[in-house]
């Protein structure tokens, strides 16, 4: 069965302070891995697709990277701006379904 | 573009009654999603629909709930009769011809 799973739950960080969340999948042919960002009140808003193992990418304070079995959503330097509850996703080849995981809950402090 | 549009944003309802959600997918999208978020369970799929068409509604949690799809601009979402465990937020989603999908603001539903 495809799963992802998110860690960790929730994260607190001080302003500047850099640090990484976790996506970990297991999947049979995976067609993309989504990261989006989701406020309280509001819908899930895209971030980045990655398509394969390897591939990187950034906006602004953000940057999302890949590997076989996880990917990682490193946040350089956050500001309190930057609080919000991080959801991973993946696609399949085998379904157009999309599989969320439980998301990350960021909080950032001044 | 707007967006993913969804109606009402927020409804509160008697148990018992019928509910009908709304949405509006992004134009020239042919793919649209219903979700359902809880703290509970995340965010789960009920149904999608591909050219207008169910696809896969395995998620939908029982008969009381319906999804219809009349023409490539409108969906809705109906429950009836609606039940205090109906209490969630609904989030449409709709994906054209990349694979992201993109969400609208979502229906906070309570049923008491």
């Known amino acids: 069965e495809d799963q992802v799973t998110q860690s960790p739950e929730a994260l607190r960080l001080q302003e500047g302070e850099s640090s990484s969340l976790n996506c970990s999948y297991t999947?049979?042919?995976?067609?993309?891995l989504f990261w989006y960002r989701q406020d309280p009140g509001k819908g899930p808003e895209f971030l980045f697709t990655?398509?394969?193992a390897g591939e990187e990418k950034e906006k602004e304070r953000l940057k999302a990277t890949l590997t076989k079995k996880e990917s990682f959503l490193h946040i350089t330097a956050p500001k309190p701006e930057d609080s919000a509850t991080y959801l991973c996703?993946?696609?399949?080849?085998?379904?157009?379904?999309?599989?969320f995981g439980t998301g990350t809950r960021l909080q950032v402090f001044p | 573009d707007a967006g993913v549009i969804q109606s009402p944003r927020h409804e509160v309802t008697e148990m018992g009654q019928e509910v009908t959600l709304r949405c509006k997918p992004i134009?020239?999208?042919?793919?649209l999603f219903w979700y359902r978020q809880t703290m509970m369970r995340g965010l789960e799929l009920l149904i999608y629909?591909?050219?207008?068409?169910?696809?896969?509604d395995s998620g939908m949690p029982e008969d009381r709930f319906s999804a219809k799809m009349p023409n490539a601009s409108f969906s809705t979402l109906k429950i009836q009769p609606s039940e205090p465990r109906d209490s969630a937020v609904y989030f449409c989603?709709?994906?054209?011809?990349?694979?992201?999908?993109?969400f609208g603001q979502g229906t906070r539903l309570t049923v008491v």
């Open positions: 989603a709709s994906r054209g011809y990349g694979i992201e999908a993109f």
């Open positions: 996703a993946v696609l399949t080849y085998n379904t157009d379904k999309l599989i």
């Open positions: 999947v049979s042919g995976l067609r993309g």
């Open positions: 990655l398509y394969s």
């Open positions: 629909f591909n050219n207008n068409v169910p696809i896969d």
């Open positions: 134009s020239g999208h042919d793919y």
